[in-house]
């Protein structure tokens, strides 16, 4: 069970966005260009960006992985949020392939021929906030829109500065974000349930670059506790193309032994 939770909480980094989030050494992105003046972005942009991307590949990234054991692998990310997350994790070969679609997720682990499934609400229950590609592309990309966070994932505005926002989740969660108000970006993210003051994961973001309407982040640092163990992933991203469909392959060798979890 650590092993697969290791795997899902490497997912949901990418994550979460890997966000949460999410895979991002320094990015070399495409298209990029230099970054405005935070004077001339409209304040109101600040607390409601949404980002209207249909899909974002990574078609590389370094990720290091560090809990039960610690990994350093070559990796691609795929989100389209209205229907797929998928990532890989390479050494030479594919040692991780994972996809979470909008009810249910399926994880391989190639080193032990493992086959994970199960339903989201399975995920929603170890992280306390609902796991599905458009809340992955959330967090991997730092948006921080309002409008999504409250109608969709059931977030309610409880306190908002120019330097913090606080959203009250379901079961009493509380979900933290910290601004850096000179360049108007997300600086960390952290979830915590009613029951215990160490966030049950967090997401830290730097080395931002400007895209065409967009300023993302280009480095990601999560930590993860399933109250056994810490669980720490870093992603560094180079290169992210939008709107660009790929081939979504989870198929899988009939002699892999299947875990359904529940």
Do not use: W
């Not at 730092?142 to 977030?155: L, S, W």
């Not at 379901?170 to 009613?194: D, F, K, P, W």
């Amino acid at each position: 069970m650590k092993k697969f939770l290791s795997i899902v909480y490497y997912l949901l980094s990418i994550v979460y966005c890997i966000f949460f989030i999410t895979g991002v050494t320094a990015c070399r992105s495409h298209k990029k260009t230099a970054a405005p003046d935070p004077a001339t972005v409209e304040e109101t942009a600040f607390f409601t960006s949404c980002y209207p991307i249909e899909s974002l590949y990574v078609p590389s990234c370094r990720l290091e992985i560090s809990g039960n054991q610690s990994l350093s692998l070559s990796g691609s990310i795929y989100i389209q949020p209205d229907s797929v997350c998928f990532f890989r994790g390479r050494l030479v070969i594919d040692v991780m392939r994972g996809a979470i679609y909008r009810d249910s997720f399926v994880v391989v682990n190639y080193f032990e021929r493992i086959c994970y499934k199960g339903k989201n609400d399975y995920l929603q229950k170890i992280t306390g906030f609902p796991v599905n590609p458009e809340s992955l592309m959330m967090l991997f990309t730092a948006d921080r829109c309002e409008e999504i966070y409250r109608n969709k994932f059931n977030f309610i505005i409880a306190a908002g500065s120019a330097d913090k926002i606080l959203m009250q989740g379901q079961n009493r969660s509380l979900l933290e974000m910290n601004l850096n108000t000179g360049n108007r970006t997300v600086e960390n993210i952290a979830l915590y349930n009613s029951q215990q003051r160490q966030p049950l994961f967090s997401a830290t973001y730097s080395g931002y670059e400007r895209y065409p309407q967009f300023v993302l982040p280009t480095v990601i640092d999560i930590s993860a506790h399933d109250g056994n163990a810490p669980f720490r992933i870093k992603a560094n991203i180079q290169q992210i193309l939008f709107n660009q469909p790929q081939q979504v392959n989870m198929s899988v060798s009939s002699n892999y032994k299947v875990v359904v979890l529940e």
